[in-house]
């Protein structure tokens, strides 16, 4: 799939763009186009300026990494909302249900960060089997407890890692994983082609319950939509095999908080490690942040400058295509005209996961 390909842009790659002062180096193409731009972070609780400023917006950009979650309620308030755009992969923060019945257009920027989400996966697989974070810690403190660093550290030659879902992100991990001569599973709804299979040397199982039986590793690689919302939960984790190590950079939801910190304490799960949460930002006591054996980081994997140059390119694409009247790409649709489309056909199913369960 090709990167972003606006007309032009006014920014510099590499500069911080995914933030409040950034504002995605959209302003002066928003302005000059006519149109005003409010950038905000006030996008939580009742009567917060997002709420305010939905009474009259007519798109909303959100980035998945602080997002605006865009609720039935919200969407409800907003008369002119037209479009929701994703400056990201992701769009699980608008009830995508609602998007349809309410005629919202939802979109996203698709491969604008698989391959940083990707190399963020592999770089938490090698320290949570590696025990990297808890040498470094060793080292901070002033030790050089070699035993203790090194009585949960394991190469990952050999060992069986798989992956739910095989995407864009999922591939793209796969294939960094077999220079490290690892034995490489996946499930996916759509099953790849024969010829990646063999390239790769990468098993199908057509049941994600069943591959989890045996893997040493296992990546979480799908979106977020009613399919997948806690699908690891108090039974479906009784399926691991002990002492697995799961890296999650897709969403939090995907599985339940409490399930998984229990799985650590209990050595279900050698290790948890990603980088997405629910609600985002979490509390200060959500229990990720102090469970044992995890490696978590704030969503980070998808915004590095590298990524941030490619999604707001992205979303200046997306509003070019609407501002001129053209139909963006199928890849970048995941709500069109009152419906599922393009990726999100693909990808998602009907519901909403916007609110409900942690
Ligand atoms: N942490 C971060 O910064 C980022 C996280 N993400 C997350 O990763 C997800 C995947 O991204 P991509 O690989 O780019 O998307 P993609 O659309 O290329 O791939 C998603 C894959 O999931 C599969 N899938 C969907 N439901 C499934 C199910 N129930 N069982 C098995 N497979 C299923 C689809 O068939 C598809 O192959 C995004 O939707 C997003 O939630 C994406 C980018 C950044």
Redesign the pocket.
């Known amino acids: 799939m090709s990167t972003p390909s606006p007309s032009s842009i006014d920014f510099r790659p590499g500069e911080l763009l995914g933030c409040i002062s950034g504002e995605l180096g959209l302003r002066k193409f928003i302005e000059d186009r006519g149109h005003s731009l409010i950038v905000t972070s006030e996008k939580d609780g009742a009567g917060c300026q997002l709420e305010e400023e939905l009474q009259d917006a007519h798109y909303v950009i959100s980035q998945?990494?602080y997002p605006a979650y865009l609720t039935r309620e919200r969407i409800a308030s907003a008369p002119n909302l037209k479009a929701a755009i994703t400056a990201?992969?992701?769009s699980?923060h608008v009830d995508l249900q609602a998007a349809m019945e309410y005629n919202i257009d939802v979109s996203e920027v698709?491969?604008c960060?698989?391959i940083?989400?990707a190399e963020?996966v592999v770089m938490q697989i090698l320290s949570l089997v590696r025990n990297y974070i808890p040498s470094y810690h060793w080292i901070k403190k002033g030790g050089w407890n070699i035993a203790d660093c090194v009585e949960r550290s394991y190469d990952i030659e050999g060992m069986k890692v798989g992956t739910?879902?095989?995407?864009?992100?999922?591939l793209a991990v796969l294939k960094r994983l077999q220079a490290f001569d690892c034995e490489l599973h996946y499930?996916?709804?759509?099953r790849l082609p024969r010829d990646v299979e063999e390239k790769y040397n990468l098993h199908y199982w057509e049941d994600?319950k069943g591959m989890v039986q045996t893997m040493d590793v296992v990546t979480l690689?799908?979106?977020?939509?009613p399919?997948?919302e806690h699908m690891i939960n108090t039974e479906s984790i009784k399926n691991f095999k002990r002492g697995t190590y799961l890296v999650n950079?897709?969403?939090g939801k995907l599985c339940d908080k409490d399930v998984i910190a229990q799985a650590l304490k209990d050595g279900t799960l050698a290790g948890y490690a990603g980088?997405?949460w629910f609600p985002q930002p979490p509390p200060a006591d959500h229990v990720w942040r102090s469970m044992p054996w995890h490696g978590m980081t704030p969503?980070?994997?998808?915004?590095s400058l590298s990524a941030q140059a490619r999604y707001a390119a992205g979303v200046r694409e997306i509003l070019e295509h609407y501002w001129d009247g053209k139909e963006i790409r199928s890849e970048y649709q995941i709500v069109t005209n009152g419906a599922l489309a393009g990726?999100g056909a693909?990808?998602?199913s009907e519901g909403n996961t916007t609110t409900g369960c942690d």
């Open positions: 998945p990494f990201g992969i992701g699980d698709t491969f960060n698989s940083s989400v963020h739910v879902a095989a995407g864009r992100i999922g499930t996916d709804r759509h994600w690689n799908c979106p977020l939509h399919e997948t950079t897709a969403r980088d997405v969503h980070v994997s998808g915004t990726a693909h990808s998602y």
